[in-house]
Nanobody, 116 residues
Framework: QVHLVESGGGLVQAGGSLRLSCAAS????????MGWFRQAPGKEREFVASITWSGSHTDYADPVKGRFTISKDNAKNTVYLQMNSLKPDDTAVYYC?????????WGQGTQVTVSS
């Protein structure tokens, strides 16, 4: 079982920055992949970014490329999402997730609101 806790959300003006954190506890494995997803009101949950525990590979959704950076601290079992140049369209609940072959474990989410 893996437990994920997100933090770092909040209200920010357009053009601003936030850094989200996702602390993992429980049985995490080096072969797991960590991902960030988001869900805006009235929309489906969508992929934002992912990183392998080895850090050898990252992936980003097109809308956030060049603005968001995913990283991790293995010693702290924590994954981060640095979000720069935020836009009102980035407003959503952000979730982190992890798993081996699929995203089996999810956090409770953290709200990010970007005002125009």
């Amino acid at each position: 079982q893996v437990h994920l806790v997100e933090s770092g959300g909040g209200l920010v003006q357009a053009g601003g920055s936030l850094r989200l954190s996702c602390a993992a506890s429980g049985r995490t494995y080096s072969s797991y992949i960590m991902g960030w997803f988001r869900q805006a009101p009235g929309k489906e949950r969508e992929f934002v970014a992912s990183i392998t525990w080895s850090g050898s590979h990252t992936d980003y959704a097109d809308p956030v490329k060049g603005r968001f950076t995913i990283s991790k601290d293995n010693a702290k079992n924590t994954v981060y999402l640095q979000m720069n140049s935020l836009k009102p369209d980035d407003t959503a609940v952000y979730y982190c997730a992890t798993g081996l072959e699929s995203y089996n474990y999810w956090g409770q989410g953290t709200q990010v609101t970007v005002s125009s």
